[in-house]
Nanobody, 121 residues
Framework: QVQLVESGGGLVQAGESLRLSCAAS????????MGWYRQAPGKQRESVAV???????SYADSVKGRFTISRDNAKNTVNLQMNSLKPEDTAVYYC???????????????WGKGTLVTVSS
């Protein structure tokens, strides 16, 4: 079993910054991709930023230049530094990983429970 624990959400004003963190624990042999997704009220969940095991990153166009994703492979953590936040960034942010418990096992998707980010104008 794998658990993801997110932290760092909260209420900020437009233009301010927040840092989200996610720690993975449990039966983990290796993790491939790690990422952050978000879901705003009444909208579908969307990808915000993803980072590969080798450190390659990709971002949604709406956050490029403002958000930075990073990971610590030794600690099985992934972070999202969010700068210049806008009201439209308001959403529940979910951590996501693809992990396997053994060398011969398949990668499985795991989701955190989400952390709320609210940006006031």
């Amino acid at each position: 079993q794998v658990q993801l624990v997110e932290s760092g959400g909260g209420l900020v004003q437009a233009g301010e910054s927040l840092r989200l963190s996610c720690a993975a624990s449990g039966s983990i042999f290796s993790i491939s991709t790690m990422g952050w997704y978000r879901q705003a009220p009444g909208k579908q969940r969307e990808s915000v930023a993803v980072i590969s095991s080798g450190g390659s990153t990709s971002y949604a166009d709406s956050v490029k230049g403002r958000f930075t994703i990073s990971r610590d492979n030794a600690k099985n953590t992934v972070n999202l530094q969010m700068n210049s936040l806008k009201p439209e960034d308001t959403a529940v942010y979910y951590c996501h990983i693809q992990a396997r418990w053994g060398l011969s096992s398949d990668y499985v998707s795991y989701w955190g429970k989400g952390t709320l980010v609210t940006v006031s104008s």
